[in-house]
């Protein structure tokens, strides 16, 4: 079967740093996928992981451990535009991509 | 400015009324998608194309159809909307389908109500 499992909210504070934990299960696996979606605006973009371990890209880093089907998205220095759903995605042996309904993450000054 | 032009973003419409969502992008990307997403569930596949000339079904086809004509335009209808085609639509491309990091490229969306 094919299964991704996020968090539905989280909170944190601005300046703190927050993780964004999903685990999957899938019939193959072919990379996992982040992606940020600010509220009525279009999924955008933040990192691909397909080996184990941590990828880091400025304030945002991304980590994976393929033998636990585990991926977490942290998110340093939380600016109040981080304000977002994040989406977690793996892509499957077929190259199809499957979803997660995503994490609202809500920055309190 | 490049991207993924979708169109109308916003429309009502009467159940049984036939409606064409339209997907434009030049990028000269190979791979395009039409998702619907729903509150409380991921993004779903409705229909992908690989490359211009071919189509194939995703997750949840049933009511939509598509074709991919040229390699710029990939136009998703309904030929009878339901209630339950009420949603966000979502068109996206890719550079080619899976391989890769496979990164999509989402267009702004189309807020769908079938009344």
């Known amino acids: 079967g094919q299964n991704i499992d996020q968090p539905t909210e989280m909170t944190a504070t601005e300046g703190a740093i927050v993780q964004i934990n999903c685990t999957y299960q899938?019939?193959?696996?072919?990379?996992l996928f982040w992606y940020q979606q600010h509220a009525g605006e279009a999924p955008t973009f933040l990192s691909y992981n397909v080996l184990d371990g941590l990828e880091e890209k400025g304030r945002f880093s991304s980590f994976l451990s393929r033998s636990k089907g585990y991926s977490y998205l942290l998110l340093k220095e939380l600016q109040m535009k981080d304000s977002a759903s994040y989406l977690c995605a793996d892509m499957d042996s077929n190259y199809q991509l499957i979803w997660g309904a995503g994490t609202k993450l809500i920055i309190k000054p | 400015i490049a991207g993924i032009t979708q169109a109308p973003t916003s429309q009502i419409l009467a159940a049984g009324r036939r409606m064409t969502l339209r997907c434009t992008q030049d990028m000269r990307h190979n791979a395009m998608y039409w998702y619907r997403q729903d509150l409380g569930l991921g993004l779903r596949l409705i229909h992908y194309s690989n490359t211009a000339g071919t189509t194939g079904k995703g997750e949840v086809p049933d009511g939509y159809s598509v074709s991919r004509a040229n390699t710029d335009d990939f136009p998703l209808t309904l030929a009878s909307a339901v209630p339950s085609q009420t949603s966000v639509y979502f068109c996206a491309s890719s550079e080619n389908r899976g391989g890769g990091a496979g990164e999509l490229f989402f267009g702004e969306g189309s807020r769908l109500t079938v009344l």
């Open positions: 899938t019939s193959g696996f072919n990379g």
